[in-house]
């Protein structure tokens, strides 16, 4: 779907004035209740699933090609319910999800898809009250859920080096929660020269990294964890994976890291007629998680040998501790 310009919209009244200490946390949900109001954005779905996000006013209408909508109509409904146009085009009328919110903000850079985010907030445990880091922040799609799950009692410390980058992501985080979310704090920096100033060594309890480089980030991170927290890092392609992933097991101090991906396959359901839809989600990225030892720990090593060549001679990466040496008959070949 294409994205638009959607300037944020003013704090609802029940939040603007709130602190995270006396608000309950569903008020940082990013969720309005009751009926639509103006400065509010919703959904319209025609009958061919086509979807357009409007902000709505007073006096204002929204044109299609299958005629015009007054926003006076849709103020003050409860949303779920179906308009149609001036010329009888049927319109499905919702507030917009947090996951269709994501994919249709504008973008500076590549946004985590609703599927890995779904991923990250579950298998790196992200909680109520959690303290984490998060870099880059690209377009804050990531840390819209991210904030999310920690609530308004937590902390959300997103590092972005490109300030314009930062923008974009400021405008959309506080779009979606209607107002400047209590727990987060957005610092334009290089992760890797702000944390260790930035947040206490030892006292994160989750690192989120999506970035080209992640490994230049594993001892600032591992600094920063407190044992037994979370390193999770999202990356795009297989040689960031392979990088990443043995940059992790040479540092020492994390437990073996665990990569995967995950594929989402539509179903189609009628009657008889049940298969998979034609359309899947398929390769978006990969997910890496690894949890901190305490300090002076080290996680035992793995039993089993590596497979032949793994790290033979024209293996360049990382070398976790306790391989023999390369040696030149070590081959995929062999
Ligand atoms: C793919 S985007 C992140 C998208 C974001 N997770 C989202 O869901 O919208 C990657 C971002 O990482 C930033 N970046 C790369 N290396 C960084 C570093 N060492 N410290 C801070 N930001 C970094 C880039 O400028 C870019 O904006």
Sequence with gaps: MPSQDLTPVPPAPDTAADTAADVAPETWAGVHRGPLRAGEWVRLTDTKGRRHNICLEQGKRFFTNRGSIDHDDLIGRP???????????????????????????????????????????????????????EAGVGSGALTCSLLRAVG???RVSSYERREEFAEVARRNVTQFFGGEHPAWQLTVGDLVEALPGGDGTGTVD????????????VDVVADALTPGGIVCVYVATTTQLGRVVETLRAHGGFTEPQPWETLVRDWHVEGLAI??????????????????MA???????????????????DYQGPRPAGLPPAVAEESYDD
Excluded: N
């Design 79 to 133: 949303e779920g319910f179906t308009v149609t146009s001036s010329v009888g085009g049927e319109y499905l009328v919702f507030r917009p999800l947090l996951s269709e919110f994501v994919v249709s903000m504008p973008r500076g850079a590549a946004v985590v898809y609703p599927k890995d985010a779904a991923q990250i907030v579950a298998m790196a445990d992200i909680f109520p009250g959690a303290r984490v880091v």
């Design 152 to 154: 308004p009692h937590g």
């Design 206 to 217: 989750r690192a989120i990294l999506d970035m080209l480089a992640p490994w230049e980030c």
């Design 275 to 292: 298969r998979p839809g034609h359309k899947m989600i398929g390769h978006t990225g990969f997910l890496v998680t690894a949890r901190r």
């Design 295 to 313: 300090p002076g720990e080290k996680a035992p090593t793995k039993k089993r040998r590596p497979a032949p060549g793994a790290y033979g001679v």
